[in-house]
């Protein structure tokens, strides 16, 4: 039987030698953003954000791809489907090959926006460490630097996360 959505393999590399593959279904598909979820997440200890619980295993993230944008956005949620923020991942705009195959490399830093609204820079050692052992380019590291400043900037205008985010919620990810 086949899956009611196409499955994507997002190859996710993370400087300077991890790589992983992220299985999700693709339930839209636009030239400007595609929107994916990622069902029954496998993390435990499941990954807090400033010391509040985020993701956890069985989660749930509804996933939004902006074609040639330097960041993602997920929607993430508990076990139980409590929507606990947006996250923004800073990366290289994805690679979308034939067959389901996204690849891009992720550049360490991370916006987090909680249920209150406010939005935080995440991982900025991280970030600084990666540039100063040179395992992201200084052309990569500035796109990055200058991406986290627009999402900043955007939210700050109460034009970001884009509305498709805020209408592409957990719940009609499952629909049917």
């Known amino acids: 039987m086949t899956p009611p959505h196409p499955l994507v393999h997002i190859h996710y590399r993370r400087p300077p030698d991890r790589q992983e593959v992220f299985t999700q279904r693709l339930l839209w598909d636009a030239p400007d953003v595609k929107i994916t979820l990622a069902e029954d997440v496998p993390f435990d200890p499941p990954i807090r954000i400033l010391g509040k619980v985020a993701l956890e295993k069985g989660s749930a993230a509804v996933w939004f791809t902006f074609p040639e944008r330097w960041h993602d956005i997920g929607r993430f949620h508990l076990a139980d489907g409590t929507f606990t923020g947006i ?24 916006v987090w926006v909680d249920v209150q609204g406010r939005l935080s820079v995440l991982d900025e050692d991280q970030f600084r460490d990666a540039v100063a052992r040179g395992w992201i380019t200084s052309n990569d590291a500035e796109m990055a630097e200058r991406e986290v400043e627009r999402i900043r900037r955007g939210h700050e205008a109460g034009e970001w996360p884009p509305d498709v985010v805020e209408t592409w919620t957990l719940e009609r990810a499952r629909e049917p």
């Not at 996250?87 to 991370?110: H, K, M, Q, S």
């Open 87 to 110: 996250y923004a991942n800073i990366l290289t705009p994805p690679v979308i090959r034939p067959g389901g195959i996204w690849e891009t490399t992720d550049l360490f830093l991370d």
